[in-house]
Protein backbone atom coordinates (compact mmCIF):
# COMPACT_ATOMS: atom_id res chain seq x y z
CA UNK A 1 0.00 0.00 0.00
CA UNK A 2 1.48 3.40 -0.70
CA UNK A 3 1.72 6.14 1.41
CA UNK A 4 -1.37 7.87 0.50
CA UNK A 5 -3.41 4.93 -1.07
CA UNK A 6 -5.50 4.88 -3.93
CA UNK A 7 -8.87 3.78 -3.71
CA UNK A 8 -11.64 2.50 -6.40
CA UNK A 9 -15.36 3.59 -5.93
CA UNK A 10 -17.66 1.67 -7.77
CA UNK A 11 -21.13 3.38 -8.54
CA UNK A 12 -21.62 7.50 -8.63
CA UNK A 13 -25.17 7.13 -6.71
CA UNK A 14 -25.02 8.43 -3.29
CA UNK A 15 -23.58 5.70 -1.07
CA UNK A 16 -20.59 5.90 -3.71
CA UNK A 17 -20.17 9.96 -4.12
CA UNK A 18 -20.18 9.86 0.16
CA UNK A 19 -17.64 6.92 -0.06
CA UNK A 20 -15.59 9.18 -2.15
CA UNK A 21 -15.75 12.47 0.06
CA UNK A 22 -14.66 10.51 2.94
CA UNK A 23 -12.00 8.45 1.47
CA UNK A 24 -10.56 11.73 -0.43
CA UNK A 25 -11.00 13.18 3.04
CA UNK A 26 -8.62 10.69 4.70
CA UNK A 27 -5.58 11.23 2.52
CA UNK A 28 -6.67 8.90 -0.37
CA UNK A 29 -6.54 9.19 -4.37
CA UNK A 30 -10.34 8.26 -5.36
CA UNK A 31 -11.12 7.08 -8.46
CA UNK A 32 -15.20 6.70 -9.54
CA UNK A 33 -16.48 4.59 -11.62
CA UNK A 34 -20.01 5.10 -12.90
CA UNK A 35 -21.50 3.22 -15.40
CA UNK A 36 -24.26 5.98 -16.47
CA UNK A 37 -23.17 9.71 -18.54
CA UNK A 38 -24.45 11.20 -14.87
CA UNK A 39 -23.21 10.84 -11.46
CA UNK A 40 -26.51 10.57 -9.01
CA UNK A 41 -27.84 7.13 -9.72
CA UNK A 42 -31.38 7.08 -8.42
CA UNK A 43 -31.10 10.81 -7.78
CA UNK A 44 -31.25 12.77 -10.67
CA UNK A 45 -31.98 16.19 -11.73
CA UNK A 46 -32.58 17.73 -15.58
CA UNK A 47 -33.51 20.80 -16.29
CA UNK A 48 -36.26 21.18 -19.22
CA UNK A 49 -37.29 24.36 -21.11
CA UNK A 50 -38.39 26.46 -17.49
CA UNK A 51 -38.12 23.65 -14.97
CA UNK A 52 -35.66 21.84 -12.71
CA UNK A 53 -37.14 19.08 -12.62
CA UNK A 54 -36.05 15.94 -9.99
CA UNK A 55 -36.83 12.86 -11.89
CA UNK A 56 -35.18 10.42 -8.91
CA UNK A 57 -35.45 11.49 -4.79
CA UNK A 58 -37.98 14.15 -4.51
CA UNK A 59 -36.18 16.13 -1.04
CA UNK A 60 -34.21 15.82 2.06
CA UNK A 61 -36.07 15.15 4.64
CA UNK A 62 -35.38 16.98 8.47
CA UNK A 63 -34.19 13.48 9.77
CA UNK A 64 -31.88 13.34 6.81
CA UNK A 65 -29.07 14.62 9.55
CA UNK A 66 -26.08 13.03 7.46
CA UNK A 67 -26.80 14.41 4.69
CA UNK A 68 -27.69 17.75 5.71
CA UNK A 69 -24.04 17.78 7.44
CA UNK A 70 -22.53 17.03 4.33
CA UNK A 71 -24.36 19.52 2.60
CA UNK A 72 -22.50 22.34 4.33
CA UNK A 73 -19.50 20.28 4.69
CA UNK A 74 -18.79 20.46 1.18
CA UNK A 75 -19.69 24.38 0.45
CA UNK A 76 -23.15 23.57 -0.47
CA UNK A 77 -24.44 26.14 2.40
CA UNK A 78 -25.33 28.84 -0.09
CA UNK A 79 -27.84 26.25 -2.34
CA UNK A 80 -29.52 25.44 0.93
CA UNK A 81 -33.19 25.61 1.06
CA UNK A 82 -35.85 24.97 3.69
CA UNK A 83 -39.60 24.51 2.87
CA UNK A 84 -42.42 24.27 6.15
CA UNK A 85 -44.06 20.80 4.83
CA UNK A 86 -48.14 20.27 4.12
CA UNK A 87 -49.45 16.76 3.54
CA UNK A 88 -52.51 16.46 1.11
CA UNK A 89 -54.48 13.40 1.94
CA UNK A 90 -57.53 12.96 -0.36
CA UNK A 91 -60.46 10.94 0.95
CA UNK A 92 -64.06 10.61 -0.82
CA UNK A 93 -63.11 13.15 -3.24
CA UNK A 94 -62.14 15.56 -0.83
CA UNK A 95 -58.13 17.13 -0.16
CA UNK A 96 -57.11 17.42 3.14
CA UNK A 97 -54.28 19.01 4.39
CA UNK A 98 -52.15 18.80 7.48
CA UNK A 99 -49.91 21.14 8.39
CA UNK A 100 -46.61 19.20 9.43
CA UNK A 101 -45.02 21.92 11.27
CA UNK A 102 -48.45 21.53 13.66
CA UNK A 103 -48.84 17.34 13.46
CA UNK A 104 -50.61 17.10 17.27
CA UNK A 105 -52.83 20.10 16.08
CA UNK A 106 -53.29 18.70 12.36
CA UNK A 107 -53.99 14.98 13.44
CA UNK A 108 -56.75 15.77 15.96
CA UNK A 109 -58.87 18.25 13.89
CA UNK A 110 -58.41 16.95 10.56
CA UNK A 111 -61.14 15.44 8.61
CA UNK A 112 -59.85 12.53 7.08
CA UNK A 113 -59.97 10.81 9.91
CA UNK A 114 -63.20 9.89 11.56
CA UNK A 115 -63.27 10.68 15.55
CA UNK A 116 -63.22 6.82 16.47
CA UNK A 117 -60.07 6.36 13.88
CA UNK A 118 -58.66 9.17 15.63
CA UNK A 119 -59.30 7.39 19.43
CA UNK A 120 -58.14 4.02 17.19
CA UNK A 121 -55.03 6.13 16.18
CA UNK A 122 -53.67 6.92 19.71
CA UNK A 123 -52.48 3.64 19.91
CA UNK A 124 -50.50 3.79 16.98
CA UNK A 125 -48.87 7.19 18.77
CA UNK A 126 -48.49 4.79 21.91
CA UNK A 127 -46.28 2.03 20.06
CA UNK A 128 -44.32 4.67 17.81
CA UNK A 129 -43.46 6.64 21.69
CA UNK A 130 -43.12 2.83 23.19
CA UNK A 131 -40.36 2.34 20.52
CA UNK A 132 -39.05 5.39 19.54
CA UNK A 133 -35.63 4.77 20.40
CA UNK A 134 -35.26 2.06 18.61
CA UNK A 135 -36.55 3.58 15.67
CA UNK A 136 -33.29 5.36 14.59
CA UNK A 137 -30.40 5.47 11.83
CA UNK A 138 -28.49 3.20 13.63
CA UNK A 139 -30.82 0.92 15.69
CA UNK A 140 -31.16 -2.64 13.89
CA UNK A 141 -31.38 -4.79 16.63
CA UNK A 142 -34.36 -2.50 18.36
CA UNK A 143 -36.04 -2.74 14.82
CA UNK A 144 -35.84 -6.31 14.45
CA UNK A 145 -37.46 -7.35 17.54
CA UNK A 146 -40.58 -5.27 16.09
CA UNK A 147 -40.10 -6.66 12.85
CA UNK A 148 -42.70 -9.40 14.06
CA UNK A 149 -46.15 -8.71 11.53
CA UNK A 150 -46.99 -6.98 8.29
CA UNK A 151 -48.25 -3.36 7.89
CA UNK A 152 -51.75 -5.21 7.29
CA UNK A 153 -51.34 -7.47 10.37
CA UNK A 154 -50.46 -4.95 12.51
CA UNK A 155 -53.42 -2.83 11.06
CA UNK A 156 -56.04 -5.57 11.68
CA UNK A 157 -54.75 -6.62 15.10
CA UNK A 158 -54.04 -2.98 17.03
CA UNK A 159 -55.82 -0.50 14.84
CA UNK A 160 -58.89 -0.37 12.02
CA UNK A 161 -60.02 -0.77 8.76
CA UNK A 162 -60.03 3.07 7.98
CA UNK A 163 -56.53 4.11 9.83
CA UNK A 164 -55.18 0.90 7.81
CA UNK A 165 -56.95 2.00 5.02
CA UNK A 166 -56.27 6.05 5.00
CA UNK A 167 -53.03 5.98 6.97
CA UNK A 168 -51.08 3.15 7.57
CA UNK A 169 -51.11 1.61 4.09
CA UNK A 170 -51.04 5.42 2.28
CA UNK A 171 -47.78 6.24 4.76
CA UNK A 172 -45.76 2.77 3.62
CA UNK A 173 -46.79 3.01 0.10
CA UNK A 174 -46.41 7.04 -0.43
CA UNK A 175 -43.12 7.21 1.57
CA UNK A 176 -41.58 3.50 0.36
CA UNK A 177 -43.27 2.34 -3.09
CA UNK A 178 -44.02 -0.03 -0.31
CA UNK A 179 -46.72 -2.82 -0.10
CA UNK A 180 -48.90 -2.66 3.01
CA UNK A 181 -49.77 -6.79 2.79
CA UNK A 182 -45.90 -7.25 3.06
CA UNK A 183 -44.11 -4.49 5.06
CA UNK A 184 -42.91 -4.97 8.15
CA UNK A 185 -44.87 -2.80 10.74
CA UNK A 186 -41.28 -1.28 11.66
CA UNK A 187 -40.85 0.12 8.51
CA UNK A 188 -44.16 2.19 9.20
CA UNK A 189 -43.44 2.96 13.25
CA UNK A 190 -39.67 4.02 11.95
CA UNK A 191 -41.53 6.45 9.04
CA UNK A 192 -44.44 8.05 11.96
CA UNK A 193 -41.35 8.42 13.88
CA UNK A 194 -38.84 10.01 11.20
CA UNK A 195 -40.52 10.93 8.12
CA UNK A 196 -43.43 13.15 9.32
CA UNK A 197 -41.26 15.94 9.16
CA UNK A 198 -42.36 19.74 9.93
CA UNK A 199 -39.86 20.95 6.78
CA UNK A 200 -38.11 19.76 3.52
CA UNK A 201 -34.86 20.74 2.66
CA UNK A 202 -33.30 21.08 -0.99
CA UNK A 203 -30.79 22.39 -2.89
CA UNK A 204 -30.96 25.37 -5.14
CA UNK A 205 -29.58 23.20 -8.32
CA UNK A 206 -31.65 20.29 -7.38
CA UNK A 207 -31.32 16.62 -5.47
CA UNK A 208 -28.57 15.85 -7.33
CA UNK A 209 -26.54 18.85 -6.44
CA UNK A 210 -24.46 16.81 -3.46
CA UNK A 211 -23.16 14.08 -6.02
CA UNK A 212 -22.76 16.39 -8.43
CA UNK A 213 -20.40 18.83 -6.49
CA UNK A 214 -18.66 15.69 -4.94
CA UNK A 215 -17.75 14.30 -8.43
CA UNK A 216 -15.98 17.44 -8.89
CA UNK A 217 -13.68 17.18 -5.93
CA UNK A 218 -12.46 13.43 -7.12
CA UNK A 219 -11.58 12.38 -10.52
CA UNK A 220 -14.73 10.70 -11.46
CA UNK A 221 -15.32 8.57 -14.85
CA UNK A 222 -18.15 8.43 -16.60
CA UNK A 223 -19.55 5.78 -18.97
CA UNK A 224 -16.73 3.57 -17.12
CA UNK A 225 -18.96 0.42 -16.62
CA UNK A 226 -17.04 -1.72 -14.24
CA UNK A 227 -16.95 -5.73 -15.40
CA UNK A 228 -14.91 -7.17 -12.59
CA UNK A 229 -13.68 -6.37 -9.63
CA UNK A 230 -10.45 -9.28 -7.97
CA UNK A 231 -8.83 -8.77 -4.47
CA UNK A 232 -5.85 -10.60 -4.30
CA UNK A 233 -5.30 -9.40 -0.69
CA UNK A 234 -2.40 -7.56 -1.86
CA UNK A 235 -4.37 -5.15 -4.07
CA UNK A 236 -7.61 -5.03 -5.79
CA UNK A 237 -8.15 -4.92 -9.51
CA UNK A 238 -10.64 -3.27 -11.37
CA UNK A 239 -11.16 -3.96 -15.59
CA UNK A 240 -14.18 -1.85 -16.53
CA UNK A 241 -15.61 -0.98 -20.29
CA UNK A 242 -15.53 2.60 -21.93
CA UNK A 243 -16.92 3.61 -25.05
CA UNK A 244 -14.57 3.48 -27.69
CA UNK A 245 -11.45 2.18 -25.30
CA UNK A 246 -12.74 -0.85 -24.53
CA UNK A 247 -11.62 -3.08 -21.83
CA UNK A 248 -8.48 -2.20 -19.07
CA UNK A 249 -7.47 -3.43 -15.92
CA UNK A 250 -6.42 -0.95 -12.95
CA UNK A 251 -4.92 -1.79 -9.73
CA UNK A 252 -5.74 0.08 -6.45
CA UNK A 253 -5.27 -0.24 -2.92
CA UNK A 254 -9.11 -0.78 -1.84
CA UNK A 255 -11.93 -0.46 -3.08
CA UNK A 256 -15.88 0.52 -2.49
CA UNK A 257 -18.57 -1.47 -4.56
CA UNK A 258 -21.39 0.71 -4.20
CA UNK A 259 -24.07 -0.38 -7.02
CA UNK A 260 -27.14 -1.99 -6.71
CA UNK A 261 -27.54 -5.68 -5.92
CA UNK A 262 -27.35 -7.37 -9.59
CA UNK A 263 -24.10 -5.56 -10.90
CA UNK A 264 -22.38 -6.35 -7.91
CA UNK A 265 -23.05 -10.09 -7.82
CA UNK A 266 -21.84 -9.72 -11.24
CA UNK A 267 -18.92 -7.87 -11.00
CA UNK A 268 -17.33 -9.11 -7.67
CA UNK A 269 -17.57 -13.18 -7.38
CA UNK A 270 -15.37 -13.22 -4.67
CA UNK A 271 -18.36 -11.70 -2.34
CA UNK A 272 -19.03 -12.85 1.35
CA UNK A 273 -21.53 -15.71 2.15
CA UNK A 274 -22.99 -12.42 4.19
CA UNK A 275 -23.43 -9.96 1.82
CA UNK A 276 -24.72 -12.31 -0.67
CA UNK A 277 -26.68 -13.64 1.28
CA UNK A 278 -28.33 -9.88 1.44
CA UNK A 279 -28.12 -9.08 -1.70
CA UNK A 280 -29.64 -12.20 -3.52
CA UNK A 281 -32.49 -12.05 -1.12
CA UNK A 282 -32.76 -8.01 -2.10
CA UNK A 283 -35.75 -6.79 -4.05
CA UNK A 284 -36.84 -3.64 -5.59
CA UNK A 285 -39.92 -2.15 -5.84
CA UNK A 286 -40.53 -0.12 -9.08
CA UNK A 287 -41.55 2.93 -9.58
CA UNK A 288 -43.01 5.59 -11.93
CA UNK A 289 -41.80 9.33 -12.06
CA UNK A 290 -43.72 11.23 -14.28
CA UNK A 291 -42.54 15.17 -14.38
CA UNK A 292 -44.85 17.67 -15.42
CA UNK A 293 -44.70 21.43 -16.14
CA UNK A 294 -47.68 23.03 -16.02
CA UNK A 295 -48.30 26.77 -17.65
CA UNK A 296 -50.25 27.53 -14.11
CA UNK A 297 -49.72 26.99 -10.70
CA UNK A 298 -52.59 25.42 -8.76
CA UNK A 299 -53.42 27.14 -5.65
CA UNK A 300 -53.39 23.81 -3.36
CA UNK A 301 -51.03 24.41 -0.41
CA UNK A 302 -49.73 20.68 -0.12
CA UNK A 303 -46.05 20.11 -0.56
CA UNK A 304 -47.02 16.18 -1.35
CA UNK A 305 -49.75 14.11 -1.27
CA UNK A 306 -50.30 10.72 -0.29
CA UNK A 307 -52.66 8.58 -1.85
CA UNK A 308 -54.70 5.31 -0.16
CA UNK A 309 -54.67 2.54 -2.47
CA UNK A 310 -58.20 2.68 -1.60
CA UNK A 311 -58.70 5.39 -3.53
CA UNK A 312 -56.52 5.14 -6.59
CA UNK A 313 -54.10 2.25 -6.82
CA UNK A 314 -52.09 3.67 -8.87
CA UNK A 315 -50.87 6.55 -7.97
CA UNK A 316 -49.02 6.48 -4.82
CA UNK A 317 -48.24 10.01 -4.33
CA UNK A 318 -47.81 13.46 -5.68
CA UNK A 319 -45.53 16.02 -5.50
CA UNK A 320 -45.96 19.64 -5.83
CA UNK A 321 -42.41 20.37 -6.74
CA UNK A 322 -43.18 24.21 -6.97
CA UNK A 323 -44.40 23.94 -3.38
CA UNK A 324 -41.54 21.91 -2.18
CA UNK A 325 -38.23 24.37 -3.42
CA UNK A 326 -38.11 27.44 -4.86
CA UNK A 327 -36.87 27.87 -8.56
CA UNK A 328 -38.58 24.64 -9.65
CA UNK A 329 -40.75 26.36 -12.10
CA UNK A 330 -41.02 30.20 -13.01
CA UNK A 331 -44.02 32.34 -10.87
CA UNK A 332 -46.90 31.27 -12.14
CA UNK A 333 -46.23 27.83 -13.69
CA UNK A 334 -46.84 24.60 -11.58
CA UNK A 335 -44.30 21.70 -11.52
CA UNK A 336 -46.34 18.55 -10.31
CA UNK A 337 -44.65 14.67 -9.78
CA UNK A 338 -47.08 12.05 -9.74
CA UNK A 339 -44.99 8.76 -8.63
CA UNK A 340 -47.00 5.38 -10.08
CA UNK A 341 -46.64 2.46 -8.24
CA UNK A 342 -44.89 -0.84 -8.81
CA UNK A 343 -48.02 -2.83 -9.82
CA UNK A 344 -49.23 -0.41 -12.41
CA UNK A 345 -45.62 -0.39 -14.03
CA UNK A 346 -45.65 -4.13 -13.72
CA UNK A 347 -49.15 -4.08 -15.54
CA UNK A 348 -47.99 -1.29 -18.53
CA UNK A 349 -44.86 -2.55 -19.81
CA UNK A 350 -45.94 -2.96 -23.24
CA UNK A 351 -47.39 0.83 -22.70
CA UNK A 352 -45.38 3.76 -24.43
CA UNK A 353 -44.26 6.60 -22.41
CA UNK A 354 -47.05 8.97 -23.80
CA UNK A 355 -49.72 6.31 -22.56
CA UNK A 356 -47.86 6.84 -18.64
CA UNK A 357 -47.96 10.23 -19.20
CA UNK A 358 -51.60 10.39 -19.88
CA UNK A 359 -52.18 8.43 -17.00
CA UNK A 360 -50.47 10.95 -14.42
CA UNK A 361 -51.93 13.42 -16.21
CA UNK A 362 -55.32 11.74 -15.43
CA UNK A 363 -54.24 11.99 -11.53
CA UNK A 364 -53.44 15.40 -11.35
CA UNK A 365 -56.91 16.40 -12.98
CA UNK A 366 -58.52 14.25 -10.37
CA UNK A 367 -56.44 15.17 -7.15
CA UNK A 368 -56.57 19.22 -8.25
CA UNK A 369 -59.91 19.41 -9.68
CA UNK A 370 -58.88 19.92 -13.03
CA UNK A 371 -55.49 20.31 -15.52
CA UNK A 372 -53.60 23.73 -14.18
CA UNK A 373 -53.44 24.88 -18.15
CA UNK A 374 -51.79 23.41 -20.47
CA UNK A 375 -48.76 20.49 -19.93
CA UNK A 376 -45.86 22.29 -20.89
CA UNK A 377 -43.01 20.31 -20.20
CA UNK A 378 -42.51 16.44 -19.29
CA UNK A 379 -40.23 13.55 -18.02
CA UNK A 380 -41.50 9.89 -17.86
CA UNK A 381 -39.28 7.84 -15.67
CA UNK A 382 -39.88 3.91 -15.24
CA UNK A 383 -37.58 2.99 -12.22
CA UNK A 384 -36.79 -0.84 -12.52
CA UNK A 385 -35.55 -0.32 -9.15
CA UNK A 386 -36.51 2.69 -6.57
CA UNK A 387 -36.28 1.37 -3.08
CA UNK A 388 -35.66 -2.09 -1.74
CA UNK A 389 -38.62 -3.79 -0.24
CA UNK A 390 -38.31 -3.96 3.58
CA UNK A 391 -41.30 -7.46 4.06
CA UNK A 392 -41.76 -8.62 7.14
CA UNK A 393 -38.57 -10.33 8.34
CA UNK A 394 -36.24 -8.11 6.84
CA UNK A 395 -34.88 -5.96 9.60
CA UNK A 396 -34.03 -8.95 11.37
CA UNK A 397 -32.47 -10.55 8.47
CA UNK A 398 -30.32 -6.64 7.77
CA UNK A 399 -29.54 -6.99 11.96
CA UNK A 400 -27.98 -10.23 11.50
CA UNK A 401 -26.45 -9.18 8.26
CA UNK A 402 -24.86 -6.08 10.34
CA UNK A 403 -23.32 -8.06 13.36
CA UNK A 404 -21.25 -9.86 10.80
CA UNK A 405 -19.94 -7.49 8.38
CA UNK A 406 -15.88 -8.00 8.18
CA UNK A 407 -14.13 -5.07 7.86
CA UNK A 408 -11.04 -6.59 6.89
CA UNK A 409 -11.19 -6.63 3.06
CA UNK A 410 -9.92 -4.28 0.85
CA UNK A 411 -13.09 -4.07 -0.76
CA UNK A 412 -16.23 -3.03 1.35
CA UNK A 413 -19.44 -2.22 0.12
CA UNK A 414 -22.25 0.38 0.34
CA UNK A 415 -25.85 0.79 -0.38
CA UNK A 416 -29.22 1.07 0.92
CA UNK A 417 -29.74 -2.83 1.24
CA UNK A 418 -28.08 -2.86 4.31
CA UNK A 419 -30.24 -0.28 6.63
CA UNK A 420 -33.04 1.49 6.22
CA UNK A 421 -32.94 2.73 2.64
CA UNK A 422 -33.20 5.97 0.73
CA UNK A 423 -30.59 8.73 0.16
CA UNK A 424 -29.56 9.65 3.95
CA UNK A 425 -29.36 5.20 4.39
CA UNK A 426 -27.06 4.62 1.26
CA UNK A 427 -25.24 7.89 2.39
CA UNK A 428 -24.30 6.86 5.75
CA UNK A 429 -23.43 3.53 4.22
CA UNK A 430 -20.77 4.83 1.58
CA UNK A 431 -19.44 6.90 4.62
CA UNK A 432 -19.15 3.82 6.79
CA UNK A 433 -17.54 1.59 3.97
CA UNK A 434 -15.10 4.17 3.93
CA UNK A 435 -14.21 3.98 7.17
CA UNK A 436 -13.92 0.54 7.32
CA UNK A 437 -11.30 1.22 4.41
CA UNK A 438 -9.55 4.18 6.21
CA UNK A 439 -9.47 1.91 9.57
CA UNK A 440 -7.59 -0.94 7.76
CA UNK A 441 -4.83 2.00 5.92
CA UNK A 442 -4.13 2.98 8.67
CA UNK A 443 -3.61 -0.07 10.54
CA UNK A 444 -0.87 -1.29 7.57
CA UNK A 445 1.11 1.66 7.70
CA UNK A 446 1.03 1.91 11.20
CA UNK A 447 2.39 -2.25 11.11
CA UNK A 448 5.40 -1.27 8.01
CA UNK A 449 6.20 1.99 9.84
C1 LIG B 1 -38.26 8.09 -8.14
C2 LIG B 1 -37.52 7.89 -6.87
C3 LIG B 1 -37.82 8.69 -5.78
C4 LIG B 1 -37.16 8.55 -4.58
N1 LIG B 1 -37.44 9.39 -3.56
C5 LIG B 1 -36.71 9.34 -2.43
C6 LIG B 1 -36.88 10.34 -1.41
O1 LIG B 1 -37.66 11.30 -1.57
N2 LIG B 1 -36.13 10.23 -0.29
C7 LIG B 1 -35.20 9.22 -0.14
O2 LIG B 1 -34.53 9.18 0.87
N3 LIG B 1 -35.00 8.29 -1.09
C8 LIG B 1 -35.72 8.33 -2.23
N4 LIG B 1 -35.49 7.40 -3.22
C9 LIG B 1 -34.50 6.31 -2.97
C10 LIG B 1 -33.08 6.83 -3.10
O3 LIG B 1 -32.95 7.52 -4.32
C11 LIG B 1 -32.08 5.67 -3.05
O4 LIG B 1 -32.29 4.92 -1.86
C12 LIG B 1 -30.63 6.11 -3.05
O5 LIG B 1 -30.42 7.17 -3.96
C13 LIG B 1 -29.73 4.91 -3.39
O6 LIG B 1 -28.41 5.36 -3.58
P1 LIG B 1 -27.25 4.32 -3.94
O7 LIG B 1 -26.02 5.11 -4.12
O8 LIG B 1 -27.25 3.22 -2.94
O9 LIG B 1 -27.70 3.61 -5.30
P2 LIG B 1 -27.83 4.22 -6.77
O10 LIG B 1 -28.30 5.61 -6.71
O11 LIG B 1 -28.64 3.25 -7.55
O12 LIG B 1 -26.35 4.25 -7.31
C14 LIG B 1 -25.71 3.12 -7.85
C15 LIG B 1 -24.84 3.60 -9.00
O13 LIG B 1 -24.05 2.52 -9.48
C16 LIG B 1 -23.95 2.66 -10.90
N5 LIG B 1 -23.55 1.37 -11.47
C17 LIG B 1 -24.31 0.24 -11.57
N6 LIG B 1 -23.59 -0.74 -12.15
C18 LIG B 1 -22.36 -0.23 -12.40
C19 LIG B 1 -21.18 -0.78 -12.99
N7 LIG B 1 -21.13 -2.05 -13.43
N8 LIG B 1 -20.08 0.02 -13.09
C20 LIG B 1 -20.13 1.31 -12.65
N9 LIG B 1 -21.23 1.88 -12.11
C21 LIG B 1 -22.32 1.10 -11.97
C22 LIG B 1 -25.34 3.12 -11.30
O14 LIG B 1 -25.36 3.69 -12.59
C23 LIG B 1 -25.66 4.12 -10.19
O15 LIG B 1 -25.25 5.42 -10.52
C24 LIG B 1 -36.16 7.53 -4.45
C25 LIG B 1 -35.84 6.72 -5.53
C26 LIG B 1 -36.51 6.89 -6.74
C27 LIG B 1 -36.15 6.04 -7.92
Not at 362 to 382: F, I, N, Q, T
Not at 434 to 440: G, L
Amino acid sequence: MNEHGTAAVIGGGIAGMAAAYELRKAGFTVTVFESRDRVGGRIWTIRKGDFLMDLGTAVYLGTYRDAIAMIHEVGLTHEFVETAAVMGLPRDGVMHHLDLTKLVRAGLTTRAISPMGKLKATRLVADVVRNRKGLGYDTYDELAKIDTETVTEYGRRALNAELLEYLAQPLVSGTWVADANETSVALLHWTVRNMLVSHVYNLTSGVAGLPEHVSTLVDTRLEHRVVNVTNDNTSVSVTYESPGAGQHTETFDACVIATTAEPALEMYPQMDDNHRGLYETNRYRRLGSIVIGFSERPRDSATFCLIPGKDDPDTISIVADHNKAPGRAPEGKGLITVLLAHEYLDRTDHLPDADILDRAVESVKRYYGGLPGEVEEHAVVRWAESVPAIGKGRFRRIADFRRHIDPTPRVQFASDMDRIPGLNGALVSGKEAAARVSAQFSRRVKATA
